[in-house]
């Protein structure tokens, strides 16, 4: 989704040859790593929503472009400068409103992931002592 055609089939083939050279030298269990191919996917599909409000901003800045485009070659052809630049400002304008939210999202995201992760850490360190 994020690199399609050949370079994602080279990072396939990647992930791949890894995991059969962790199963091969006996670092890990095969299920490890089928899991971990499995857990890999998952969670590139939890974390679709930060690639889509990219997607989307862009989208906004485009549909801003085509609506400025008519004003935006007669500013050009008057050589009016300034209204050039007013347009251009309006088109980055359009976008913008997408990245504040994407990156509180990013944050909340990331927030969450560490406070589950230390979470279950010290869990597993309380419940697995000996003593």
Known sequence: EAYGGWTSAIIWMLVLHSAQREIRERHHYSVDCIVAIYVGVLLWRLTGFIWSAKDAARLKRLAKLDE?????????????????????????????????????????????????????GLLAFTWTTDG
């Open 68 to 120: 400025v485009q008519g004003r935006l070659i007669q500013a050009a052809k008057d050589a009016d400068l300034g209204e050039i630049r007013e347009l251009i400002e309006e088109v980055e304008r359009a976008g913008q409103d997408g990245r504040k939210s994407s990156k509180r999202m990013i944050w909340a995201f990331a927030s969450f992931t560490i406070i589950i992760s230390l979470g279950l």
